[in-house]
């Protein structure tokens, strides 16, 4: 373990004392980490999907509230967080 930390703790020294490979490493970084803009057209032809957002009214009963939750694939995802219903009521 401490030979692999010696290693990179080498690279990132030997990476630093060049600002030319500083700025390559920053590039490669920002290029990975935003996605790649839509191929063509306005939102919704080829690149992000549309979907759609309307508040949930208050007067609305608990079985709308749950059926928007299951709609949307996050059911699922509260049920497995919350497995059990005093969790899911707290």
């Known amino acids: 373990m401490r030979k692999i930390v010696a290693r990179h703790l080498a690279k990132l020294q030997r990476d630093l004392a060049d600002p030319a490979r500083v700025e390559r490493l920053r590039e490669r970084l920002?290029?990975?980490?935003?996605?790649?803009?839509?191929?063509?057209?306005?939102?919704?032809?080829?690149?992000?999907?549309?979907?759609?957002?309307?508040?949930?009214?208050?007067?609305?009963?608990?079985?709308?509230?749950?059926?928007?939750?299951?709609r949307s694939g996050l059911w699922t995802m509260m049920e497995g967080c919350y497995p059990t219903r005093q969790a899911q009521c707290q």
């Open 30 to 70: 920002a290029s990975h980490a935003y996605p790649p803009a839509p191929a063509a057209g306005p939102v919704g032809k080829h690149g992000i999907r549309l979907v759609r957002q309307q508040r949930i009214p208050q007067y609305a009963p608990d079985w709308y509230f749950e059926q928007e939750l299951r």
